[in-house]
């Protein structure tokens, strides 16, 4: 009995503060995962978002394409680092971080949503076109005309 209790106790905790997450702590938990299994981690990103259940099927495409990343593909995975932070208000956040692999470093893009009070996984993608955009950013036409 003291152990189902336990059990009840921790599972209740271990719920209590997921519900309390910020979009940095959904993060760092996916990046925990994410070595250990890119599907896996998937799946508990979008735990956070009970609506997520209507989606399946999109959210089946995404473990899939995230699971072709694999060693022989891009190589091996060497961490994250944050790229940018974006907020609409208070109740929605993007969050992008470059995903480094011996290959060619990819972007991974969390979007978040807080209706009341808990913040959930609205959206979540990712890209190799970081390079491009990079590259974009440095062409002339983004320097003013004008002379100082």
């Known amino acids: 009995m003291k152990k189902i209790l336990l059990l009840s106790l921790l599972t209740f905790l271990t ?21 250990k ?14 609506w997520s259940t209507r989606n399946r099927d999109g959210i089946e495409q995404i473990k899939s394409e ?5 060693l022989d593909y891009v190589g091996k995975y060497h961490g994250y680092e944050p790229i940018t932070k974006r907020h609409a208000g208070n109740s929605f ?6 995903v ?5 470093p990819l972007r991974f893009t969390f979007e978040f949503y807080k209706a009341d009070d808990k913040w959930i996984v609205y959206a979540f993608k990712f890209d190799s076109n970081i390079d ?3 590259e974009e950013s440095a062409k002339l036409n983004y320097f003013s005309s004008e002379p100082k």
Do not use: M
């Open 100 to 104: 480094r692999y011996d290959r060619q």
């Open 66 to 70: 995230v699971n072709k990343l694999t």
């Open 132 to 134: 491009d955009e990079l």
């Open 37 to 50: 299994g890119p599907a896996k981690a998937v799946e508990t990103l979008y735990a956070t978002n009970p």
């Open 15 to 35: 719920h209590y503060s997921y519900c309390q997450s910020t979009p940095e702590s959904i993060v760092a938990e996916f990046f925990k995962e994410y070595p």
């Open 93 to 98: 956040a993007l969050h992008s971080y470059l």
